[in-house]
C-alpha cells in the first residue's frame, strides 16, 4: 500500500539532513502549505509594500497574502495605515485588489462606511441604538523601515523587528525610498513553491548559465565560489575581488555609507541579510550596461559609485543604487504557485524619457525574473516526482541555502510542528 | 499549530449565533458543501425546472444538481417524468445537458434502449434470458406546483411539500405557467458559496445602492426597514407605503387574488415564502420603466394591476406579474460557485417584437443578477479571509435571512450534524 | 449524515460483484487514483515507448508517468537507456517533455552534466573532494519486447514480463519496429479514469454505433457476441466467421506467422493479450478502405494478407499490419483524465505522399480515438452519478471487461488493498 500521505509535517523536519535540500514533501504537500502560511506568513514579519505605493492622503491599496486582505493606505494626516478588508457587517471585501483613492472606506454591499482610521462612521439599517465602537477594521500591525512596510498579521508580532529597523534606518536614510517614485510594477507567478523562490533567489551558482543580462552588473562570486574549481587565472581574480571588497567597505564606510554584511540567516525570528554589494563593469547600476539608468538619483543621493545595498528578507529581496531601486516582493499562492511582485523605484521627479530610459531602468530585472520563473517551475516539477531525493547543498556557493532551510526547520518546531 | 481543520461540522454548527451570519467554514469548507449537498439538494425539494420546459410529448431536457444528472420529459401521454440520466448497463450518460426531443431513449454507448416511461426496451448481447424489467432507469420523486417542477432525490421525501402545493395551487393558477413559453433563459455562475446566493436574495437593503435598473418597480422597504434611519419624511413614506399595503391587499383579495403573506422560513422542512407585492411606479411589471413588456397578459390573466406574486424556496425566487414571469433556479456547483438559472416567461402565443419586447421583457433581471454574482464574489471572499468575524444582521431588513440561517442549522442538525 | 467517503478502498474492492463493472468510487476516488498509480503504474510493467523514439545515438525523449519523469535515450554504443529526469542536486528536471538531442545531459539550473550513461561527469562548485560516483541520474528497469520498451518503476519488476517477450518476440520479429519510423503521434486526453478507458478498449459491443470507420476493417464480432440477438441470416454469418478463424489461423501458423491466442488476462501479473486477426474488406489494414495505407511494408514483411495481429496491455493497444503498425499508450493524469498517446508507425524509408498517404494512413484511429474520448467521458461523468449502480457485462461480448475487473481487483489485493 501507499503510505506517502501518513508521514506527518514532524516527521518530514525530522528527515531533513544538514546540508542538503529539504524532504519533497515540504515542498508539495498541501498541509505543509497552510503550516507554511501560517508560521511563515501570519507570525512572521513579512513586506507587504512601500510607503510609496500610497503617496498622498486618500491613496489606499489592496494587497493579498493567501486568503488575507489588507488595505494599505494613507490617512487624512499622512499617516500610513493597515487594515483588514473585510466589513464588520457580513464579511464583503470593500475594495478590490490594486491601487484607488478614497475619501471613506465604504462597503459597496450595504453601504457600512468607514473613516480612513478604520473606525466605523455609519451602518444603515442597524437601529440607533447601534454599537458602532466595536465594529472599526481590524488593524494589522505594520512597521516602516527605510520606506518600506512590514506587516505581522497576528496580534503577537515577533519583537526583534527592532534589530532590523536599527541595521536599516542608517543604510536605507540617503535613498530616501519613502519619497521615491514607483515607475514600474511586474507581476510573475512562478510555478513552484516559494521555498524554492527563495532558495533560487539566495545563491547564484545558477547565474552565469541563466542570467547574461545581470550577470553584467551582478557579480556571482559575491555569494561563495569553490576556490578548487577555478583556474589559476581566475583564482586570482577571486582573490583580488576579495581584497577589492575589504578596501570598497573601508572607503565607503569611512565616507558614513554603512556597507559591511549585516547576517540574520539563523537562530533568529526575523530573517534577514544585508551588505553594500560591488556593482560590476561600469560600476553604477543594474542595467544593460551597468550605468544608471536615471541622471536623476535617489532621495539624498549624491554619488552613483555606492554600489548595491540589497537586503533579504524571508519574502523579498531589494537592490538600493544611486540612480533607482528594484524590490520583489514574494506572496505565496498554492503550495506550488509564487507571486513575485517587481517594483522599480526612482526619485520621484525623475521623468520618464527626460531622467531615466524604461526599458533601461527596468530590463536587467524583467529578463531575470523570467529566467528565474523558468528554474523554479523546473525545480518544483522536479522535487514533485518521486524519485528525487534531497540533494546536495555546494558548500561554498549554497551556504545560504543551508542557512534558510535549517532557519525554517527551526521556526516550524518554534511553531509547534 | 493551525488548528482549522480540526473543527467539525457540529462544532461550527454550535459556534452560530443568533442574529449573525454564519461561521465562515460554513460557507467555505469541503466537507460543509459535500453535507449541503447531501442534505438540502437529496433530501430537501429543490426546484428543478418548469413544465413548459418540455411542452411535447418526446420533449426533454437535462438538469445536472451536484453529480446527479435528471432527465425531466414529457412521455407519449403528454406526462411529465422525471428519471436519472445513468444507464442501468455501465452508467454512461444518455442524454447531454440541455434540451432535446426524443422517441426513446438511447445510450448511445451501447444501445440500451428505454421507454420515455423509463423501462428498458432492448438490451443488446445481453441474451435472450436477460431480465430488463429490473433495469429501468431510476425515477425521481417530483411534484407539479402550479407550473413549477418540484424534485427531491432522496427516497423519503419531506411531506410538508403538500402546505406548499396547497398555498400555491390558488395563487399561480390564473397565470397558468404550465402553457407558458421560456422567452429566454440565461446562466450566469456566481463566485460564492450557494449560502450567500440565497442571503443576498432575501434582503434588499442591498438594493438601493447596486440595483438602479430594479429599484423602478421594486420596492425596498418591502423586506424592511429601519424606521430610526429614515428622514421624517421618509418615515412618512413608509407609514404610507404599510397602509397602501393593507389596501391593496384587501381589495386584491376581495376581487379573488390570494395576496397575504404566507411564510415558513423555520420551523419547517419546506421552505418558502410567499405574498403579493406591489410594484412600484407605473406598478405593472419588473421592466425598466415598470410597465408591462408584454401586451399579451400571462394564462387567464386580464389585469396588469395585480402586483407581483413572489415565491421563494431555499434553491429558487420567483416573480410571477400580469405580463411575464422571472424564475430563478439555484444550483450549487461547489463550496465557492453557484449556478443561477434564470428563465422568463411570457403567454406561449406572445410573440417577440410583436407582443412584447425582448430587452424591455429581460434587461432588468439581466442586469440585477449580474450585479448580484458581483456582490455574492465580493462576499465569498471575505467569508474566506481569516480576519472575518460573522457580523451582526440588522433587525429591520435582514430578519429573513437570520431565519434562513437558523433553518440551515436546524436542518443540518435534523440530519444528523 | 454522509458516509460516502468513510469507505476504505478495501471494502469498494469487496464490493465488486462478479460480472458487473466497478463500484463507483474505483472510478473516481482521489485515494484509489493515488493507490492505482502506485500499483499499477509503478509496480507493475508499463509500455512507456518504442525503440524507434529514439532511433540514433544522442536521441532522447522525456516521458512524464504521473509525476515521474523518464528520460528515453539511445546512447553512444546506440543502445537504448532509461533514466530518471531529476538531476541529482536539487532535484531540477533536465530535460523538457518530447524528443531531443543531447551529447550529454546537461541541467540547465547549475550545468551538473551526466554521460549519456547517466554517470556523473561534472559538477561545478562542489569542491575537488565531492564523490560523483554516487550521483548517477536513476537508472529505471526497462525491456525491449519487439521494438517496444516497458518500463517498470519499481526495484523489485514482476518477472512474468518473461513469458511476454517469449510470446511476442517470434510474432513481432517481422514488421522490425525497432527500425520503423514514426510517421505520426496525437496525444488525446480523455475525461475519465483511466480503467475506464481500458474497458472502453477490450470490447467492441459499442463499435457499430460509435465507430463507423473501424467498422470498416474491424470485425466486432471478434470480442464476442450474443448469438441470441442475431438474426438467422446473421447468425450464419457468426458461423462462417468462427469457420473462416480457424481455417486462417491455421495458414498463417503453417505459413511460419503465429496467429493463436495467448491470453494472460487474470491470474497473472503483467496483463495482455494477443491474437492475429483477420482485417474485414479489402483485408489488408485499418484504412478507410481496408487496404494498405504504405506500399512499402513494414520490416522483413513481404505480404499484405497477414491481417492484424493485436496486443493488449494493462496500459497500451497495439495492431501490427502488413504496411504499418498503431501504438496506443494509456498514461493516467488524474482520476479523471487519461492521456491516450497514439503512434502511427511505417517502413523507415517509407516517405509521405510517395509511399504512403497521410490521411488514408491515420484518419481510422484519428476519429476512433475521438469517438473513444467521447464515449469515455459519457460513462466518467455517469460513474460519479450517486444513481450509478454497477450494471452487468454482457456474458458475450464484456468477457474481456470482466477479466480486467477481476484482476484489477487481484492486483490491489496483492498489494496490500
Redesign the interface.
Known amino acids: ?2 503510505q ?2 501518513a508521514s506527518s509535517i514532524s516527521s518530514l523536519l525530522d528527515a531533513r539532513a544538514d546540508g542538503h ?1 529539504l524532504p ?1 514533501g515540504l515542498y508539495t504537500r498541501q498541509d505543509v502549505f ?2 507554511d502560511m ?1 508560521v511563515f506568513f ?1 507570525k512572521h514579519w513579512i513586506c507587504i509594500g512601500l510607503e510609496c505605493d500610497v503617496p498622498e492622503p486618500g491613496d489606499a491599496t489592496v494587497v493579498d497574502i493567501g ?3 489588507l488595505i494599505i493606505l494613507r490617512d487624512d494626516d499622512a499617516a500610513i495605515r493597515v487594515v ?10 470593500i475594495l478590490d485588489p490594486g491601487p484607488t483613492v478614497v475619501s471613506k472606506l465604504v462597503c ?4 457600512w462606511t468607514y473613516e480612513l482610521s478604520g473606525e466605523l462612521a455609519y451602518a ?5 441604538d ?1 454599537d458602532k465602537s466595536c ?1 472599526s477594521l ?1 488593524p494589522v500591525a505594520f512597521r516602516l523601515i527605510g520606506g518600506l512596510i512590514y506587516a505581522c ?1 497576528s496580534d503577537d508580532p515577533p519583537e526583534d523587528i527592532d534589530f532590523l529597523a536599527e541595521v536599516m534606518a542608517g543604510r536605507l536614510a540617503p535613498y530616501d525610498i519613502a519619497n521615491a517614485r514607483i515607475a514600474h510594477q511586474a507581476d510573475v507567478i512562478e510555478e513552484g513553491n516559494w521555498k524554492l523562490t527563495i ?1 533560487n533567489n539566495r545563491e547564484c ?2 547565474c552565469s ?2 542570467h547574461p543580462e545581470l550577470c553584467v552588473s551582478f557579480i556571482d562570486l559575491d555569494f561563495g ?2 576556490p ?2 577555478l583556474s589559476p587565472e581566475d583564482r586570482e581574480v577571486a582573490r583580488e575581488h576579495e581584497a577589492l571588497y575589504a578596501r570598497r567597505t573601508e572607503n565607503w564606510e569611512a565616507e558614513g555609507y554603512p556597507s559591511k554584511a549585516v547576517e540574520r540567516l539563523s537562530d533568529c525570528v526575523t530573517n534577514f541579510r544585508t551588505q553594500r554589494l560591488i556593482i560590476s563593469g561600469a560600476g553604477e547600476s543594474q542595467t544593460p550596461d551597468a550605468t544608471s539608468a536615471s541622471s536623476k538619483l535617489l532621495g539624498h543621493m549624491t554619488r552613483k559609485d555606492t554600489g548595491d545595498t540589497h537586503l533579504w528578507g524571508h519574502n523579498s529581496w531589494n537592490h538600493f543604487m544611486g540612480d533607482h531601486a528594484v524590490i520583489a516582493i514574494v506572496i505565496p499562492l498554492s503550495a506550488d504557485k509564487t507571486l513575485v511582485r517587481t517594483k522599480w523605484l526612482v526619485h520621484k521627479d525623475a521623468v520618464e524619457g527626460v531622467d531615466y530610459d524604461f526599458d533601461k531602468l527596468t530590463s536587467v530585472w524583467l529578463a531575470t525574473t523570467d529566467q528565474d520563473a523558468e ?1 523554479v517551475a ?2 518544483h ?18 551556504t545560504n541555502l543551508d542557512k534558510f532551510a535549517s532557519w525554517y526547520i527551526d521556526r516550524m518546531r518554534a ?3
Chains 1, 2, 3 share one sequence.
Open positions: 500500500m501507499l506517502t500521505f535540500s519533497a497552510e503550516a501560517d501570519r486568503t488575507s486582505s483588514r478588508n473585510v466589513c464588520r457587517h457580513r464579511g464583503a471585501r459597496p454591499y450595504h453601504q444603515p439599517h442597524m437601529g440607533a447601534f465594529k481590524k498579521l532558495e551558482y545558477h548559465a541563466n565560489f569553490d578548487d574549481s528554474l523546473r525545480s516539477a522536479g522535487v514533485k516526482d518521486p524519485a528525487y531525493v534531497p540533494g546536495p547543498y555546494s558548500r561554498f556557493s549554497e511553531n509547534g510542528y
